[in-house]
């Protein structure tokens, strides 16, 4: 198994691989053993974790978010095994690429994906989902027909676009407004980091977010603000 | 060249220390220790500072050999901490500022442990977990400011095992903190408890009061050793955990462990583990840097003294909540 | 009956070594005996009702963590046939799993074999069967969509997602999510 195991990335937490398994492309999250742990300890944390993003990824689909099919979870193994979406783009390339194949001045090419972008956080916080990293590498722009088109081009025809949502290992559910304020948060101070060419891309998606759906969303809007205002999450005391 | 001397109070500890360009000329610390059982509360231990300080004065002066007349700035430090006791320290230092006719500088405590860390290993540029009584954060310094990237949603590990050392009833001397692990060394049993990292962030307060609400049906199945083995190994490994996160994040292949809690043999050794599974190297002071102490303050004084930082008399003043990253690292230009 | 055409083929964990053939098979006759056969163990294989599969990587699926928890014991099921149905359903009772995934008085069926190198069993047990084999292509006239989503409590979807893939995630972690 290992010799056909490719590695796709690694970090401090798992290690991904990607494979054909069972007929299908997939992507194996495997997470590591950490010695500097007691064993037991280790153990029970890793099922936890594993547990945690298993039903993050499956809660999502119910809740009408695509997430990546699970194919098998093994705790023995401590892995994940997953879809993978061999024709994709990471939002975050695709919006450096954009950049670079049209003015400046066309942020509406991006309104749609934004409001996209919008409308899934909110669903997945409508279900209680704190996604926990919410950054423009985890989350994947896909088509929903195939097509033959240019790779610089096939992602601007948007509606034959899916906007699928990745990397759940921070997930966890929980009903606290002040989590989603942290997870809108999260995902303002990213794109200001990655993508500052584009400085009203966050208000796009906040106002999609906000107009998806009524529900609980002054408190949100209140928490989400006092989260940003104390800069970081919480006040220290000396 | 700067000669510094720094007043350093904000907990039980009360410490006055002279530096000299680097080199340190005196160190001088005393602790309020409590009954077994039993915390420090602010006025009690202002009182103790009180009771002490001109003592430690005199003792950290004629132990550098310096004169007041050769001090280049008085440091004190201005917060994070207890407001009573902060303010012996700084109304002494102000005191000793206008009588010497030197410039006085307030200086944040948590940088004050960054500095002497830096100092005393030698590490370059770490991801540092800052661990003490009062302070849990993980901090990596980026353009001209220390930044959080990670701390404690509710209280600071060293409180978290110094209340449970209370609950144990365990002595205060020399700290709770060292008595845990000394009892940690000789658990066996491992007991199963709360772990709670959020991102980059840990919180406390549910391990301590799941140890608390349950401490007599503990104790029939597990000793207190093995209690506090089990709780050490759990708190430990989220700060790990943490520490492990920031330095992914931030690509660094340094760690600087500052603060009380430093200390612990057994932290050092899991966070060593981790280092050399990623190939980084871990830095840690002995108990003479670790503890709260003068020296330190006058150190970070001292370098933002030379680098132009100056303070006027009326802002000397003392803060309980002073955050790490507010304060402009003018000392570094990295 | 002559086999004329092609089974579905998957390779299972390669752990495992071993192969999943899947024939499916209409106008079925003794479908008694062939429940009988499967009750009493002396034919080693799966017989599924074919109207709550909607593809048969949702087979593979099931069939891939029924061959792995038999090589590291932790079967639910006494034998990994019927741990392959187990898999199958969302619930934990066992009885219902496989009395809703297997087959009673249906003339439709689904034949699985679990293939390991040398223990081959396949062609023997399918000449017992007194019924047409059908291309596995053929699947969806089979399968009865309103089942499906009763089964896998799909009525309640928010939007277009694909089926098979809420289907399969569901089944791999009914163990620790209520669905």
Redesign the interface.
Known sequence: ?SA?LKILKQ???AKLYICN????PTLIKERFK?????P??DT??TKERI?NE??S???C????V?TP??????F?RRRIYM?HFEHSITVKDFIINLKSTTNQGDMNTLDVYADLIGGTVR?MHENNIIH??LTTSNMLLIEKDPSNIAENTKWLNHSNIELVIIDFG?S?IDTSVEDKGVDLY?LERALISTHNDYPNLFSRIFEAYKSYSKKNIKEIISKYEDVRAR???????? | MVIAIGFEGSANKLGIGIVKDGEILSNCRRTYITPPGEGFLPRETAEHHQQNIHEVLQEALDQSGITPQEIDVVCYTKGPGMGAPLTVCAIVARTCALLWNKPILGVNHCIGHIEMGRLITKANNPTVLYVSGGNTQIIAYSRQRYRIFGETLDIAVGNCLDRFARVLKLSNAPSPGYNIEQMAKKGKKYLHLPYCVKGMDVSLSGILSYMEDRIDELLKDYTPEDLCYSLQETVFAMLVEITERAMAHCASDEVLIVGGVGCNERLQEMMGVMCSERGANIFATDERFCIDNGVMIAHAGALAHAAGTRMPLEHATVTQRYRTDDVLVTWRDD | MVTNTEPYTCNLDPDTKTRLEVYLYKDVKNVENIRQNIINGSWKCSVIKPSLIVNMFQVAVAANRAVLAEKSQTMITKTVYSELLYNLSLTKNISQSLSKFGIEKDDSILVCFLIDGNNDVSQEILKEIDGEQCPISSLNSFTNMKDVKSTYKLNNLKSEVCLLDIIVSKMVTKSFVNH
Request: net charge positive; charged share 35%.
């Open positions: 198994m056909e970090g401090a937490e398994y069972l007929g299908k950490k010695n500097y742990r007691h037991d300890l029970s944390i547990k298993a039903r990824i499956v809660r689909k119910t809740a009408g695509k099919a699970l194919y098998l979870v093994d023995e879809e669903k926990g990293d921070l966890f999260v800069g970081r999450k919480r006040t220290m005391v000396g």
